[in-house]
């Protein structure tokens, strides 16, 4: 068994290595569908990424009157963290306010001119509400006018935030049913490539194919390099393919940044090096096995 | 059909057995009908007849890439439709198989070509290093060695092919037109090998329609006409009437 083994695997390292254009073009092939399903899912993991800081950063501003006590909204807070859906409630008081304010602000030397101006804290305390779904803010906002603290409250800032979230939710709909759909059709695209290009391959090792069983070799034996072949061929796709990844998301990375400063794909990319590259290796010796021994089949009168 | 009268071969087992088999292809076209045939262990036997006359079919049933549509093939006392799928390598093993066109494999070298019949048999590496050079020697190409197949003459190739089949030590060897494509000089070297081999007690199937060599050879003669055996000469020449 160890004999077989050891002798298949240097027949088919032969084999790549004298049928060299063939395995290049099998391999290059290999690589792009890689590559094409590899872009795919990193900007589509990036994609969820973005959208689940903006859905973090979602919240509902409870502001209370300015004369409202302080035990009375932490006596609200409790109140609140009863209700259902919630993730978490933070007390964010009058100073806390103002720091904050002055930390945004600390670039625009006139607004903390003008604060000065005021001399006492024009600010509000105010509760803020996470709710563990983002499809739930507009149950929060009704609890909250109806809640016994409503009385106290000065105003809720959920409808400012409104259009934003309701546009999320959409938006995160879309891009899941557009991102499993197109997600199949690139892997079925990639996988028909490679398939086809991998039964060339074997096409052309049909006579040699014939030639083996007549010497008496075992549908094992004929098999076995051809598995080896797939597995290389997906191996070498696949740090190719990590390569290739790499550069692309380095170039595309600043304009990515610009426009959303969360998100960082080169970032990505190193985090889950690893991982990609296995799930590649995978996906490459998949297709190249699988591809081998279909086309074989005929081939082998099995 | 004639007996053959070699007191000699009498004796030697019988080493493939035809009992009435036919062999039909799609389309109801008989390629072999109601064959009956004894060869014995030793012998040198020529098939002879025109193209179409179910020469190669009567090859390929004793190989078994092919198999009866009626009656029974036996190899030395066992049924080849006996022989499951998976059983099929070993029977291979037992066969060396020479053809027209060589059957060589392309991408490897002249030594590569005779050791791959081994090393799919899982003969141990010490046994391929020492087997391979003698039977180079035996077929006049050690020099040959690292030689691929296109770097080689007709005549060369066919005889690394010998040269692969014969590595089993086979009980018998097959060959198909095996000077089909080449030179009357070449021819004759294939012929007196396959010869030479048989005087070694291998039993030699050659299926042929030149007339020379199968004169050269001088021995049993069967003739096949349509699927049908029409003559079977115990030693003779090629006739076909």
Known sequence: MFLMISRTFKESIASIIRNGWLSIATISILIMSLYIISIFFVST???????????????ISVYFKADVKEETILEAKGETEK?????????????????????????????????????????????????????????????IKTAEFSDDVSRVNYNKNRDLIDKLNSVIATIQRVGISLGFLFAAISLLITFNAIR??????????????????????????FVFEGIIYGIAGSFVSMLLLFISLKFISPYIT????????????????????????????FFGVLGGLMAMRKYLKV | MIKSENKKEEKNKIMIKF????????????ALEEINLNIREGEFISVVGQSGSGKSTLLRLIYAEEAATAGEVYFDGNPLSSISRRKLPFHRREIGTIFQDFKLLPKKTTYENIAYALEVSGAPDEEIAENVPQILDIVGLANKAKKYPYQLSGGEQQKVAIARALVHTPMVIVADEPTG???????????????RINELGTTVILA????????????RVLVLERGKIIADYPKGKYKIS
């Open chain 2, 19 to 30: 009992d009435s088999v036919s062999k039909t292809y799609k389309g109801d076209f008989m």
């Open chain 1, 83 to 143: 209700m259902g859906e919630i993730k978490s409630v933070d007390y964010v008081s009058k100073d806390e306010a103002l720091e904050n304010f002055k930390k945004n602000n600390a670039s625009e030397p006139i607004i903390l001119e003008s604060l000065k101006e005021i001399g006492e804290n024009p600010l509000l305390a105010s509760l803020v509400i996470k709710a563990n779904s983002s499809t739930d803010y507009q149950k929060i906002a009704e609890s």
């Open chain 1, 45 to 59: 993991s990036t994609a969820n990424g973005i959208l689940e800081e903006i859905k973090n950063k979602a919240n």
């Open chain 2, 181 to 195: 494509n080449l030179d009357p000089i070449a021819s004759l070297e294939i012929v007196k090998l396959l010869i």
């Open chain 1, 258 to 285: 610009s426009a959303i400063p969360t998100g960082s794909l080169v970032g990505f990319y190193l985090g889950n090096f690893w991982m990609i590259l296995l799930y590649q290796i995978l996906l490459g010796s």
């Open chain 1, 200 to 225: 060339i391959t074997i096409y052309t090792h049909k006579q040699e194919i014939e030639i083996m069983r007549l010497v008496g070799a075992s549908n094992m034996f004929i098999r076995l390099p």
């Open chain 2, 208 to 219: 042929s329609h030149d007339k020379d060599i199968v004169d050269k050879a001088n021995k």
